[in-house]
């Protein structure tokens, strides 16, 4: 009994040598590597970001600010150097996604100029001019002039359906989006079922004629070959106009002259 527990009091001792174990965010910390800063879109950068350090569950605010400066480029570097030679003593994730916000996400003027001249779906579908929108439009609701932004941007008669739509007022702008794109489906599917419709019918080509029935023509023409050669002496036939003889009645005619005649 006595070695035993002398056994468990070196143990105790061994682990308390080797100090506390690391916490499990700094072994997660360790494994986290952020994608790159994206300058052409900071907010949703942060968005993606955050979430990674919400699964690893970093909350250390040393451990935040270098991951994210860490993932800067060489640009945003330069642009932020201010605050990397002489960041807070406090809070220098905080500062850090405040100036690069700042510095390259669009303003308010920026935002409203993009929204105000927007090009219609070119192209797309009107679900994802509206997730280009509401990228825009940021945390607000946009107010009643939102959605009517939205509206102008659709054909006609697709605004024409969705004037009326309980979706407006409720102001749920992906449903309302997609509504738009099954009106925009099914007006497509109708323009073309009608054109099949309404398109010019090939022209009817004759029958082709049955042997039977050509049987006939063939054979008057043969006899109109027949009583013409009947009809011109055996010297003509032969010679044509270069004989110097003619039997009557003979109806050859030479070129430029009148009917032959007999020498």
Not at 11 to 30: C, E, K, N, Q, R
Not at 157 to 164: I, Q, S
Not at 198 to 206: E, K, L, Y
Not at 210 to 234: N, V, Y
Request: glycine fraction near 6%; aromatic fraction near 8%.
């Amino acid at each position: 009994m006595q070695r035993a527990a002398d056994n468990a009091d070196s143990a105790m001792d061994a682990s308390v040598a080797a100090g506390p174990l690391p916490p499990v965010a700094a072994t997660f910390a360790v494994a986290l590597k952020l994608p790159d800063f994206w300058l052409h879109d900071p907010p949703s950068w942060f968005v993606h970001v955050e979430a990674q350090f919400a699964l690893r569950a970093i909350s250390a605010d040393d451990t935040k600010y270098h991951h994210v400066v860490a993932s800067l480029d060489p640009l945003a570097t330069r642009r932020t150097m201010t605050l990397l030679w002489d960041p807070p003593a406090q809070g220098k994730y905080a500062a850090l996604k405040e100036l690069l916000l700042r510095r390259y996400a669009l303003s308010d003027a920026e935002r409203a100029e993009q929204l105000l001249n927007l090009s219609g779906l070119g192209g797309g579908t009107a679900l994802e001019l509206m997730e280009n929108m509401l990228s825009l439009l940021g945390p607000d609701d946009g107010g009643f002039l939102f959605v009517h932004l939205f509206l102008r941007q659709l054909p006609a008669a697709v605004r024409a359906v969705l004037a009326n739509s309980p979706l407006l007022p409720a102001k749920d702008y992906r449903s309302l989006a997609e509504e738009a794109d099954r009106i925009l489906l099914a007006s497509r599917t109708f323009d073309v079922h009608a054109l099949a419709t309404d398109s010019p019918a090939a022209p009817s080509m004759p029958p082709p004629a049955s042997p039977g029935a050509s049987a006939p023509l063939l054979t008057a023409g043969i006899a109109t070959r027949r009583h013409r050669r009947k009809s011109i002496c055996f010297y003509h036939q032969r010679f044509g106009d270069r004989t110097r003889r003619c039997l009557p009645p003979c109806a050859f005619t030479a070129q430029g002259n009148g009917p032959a005649s007999a020498p």
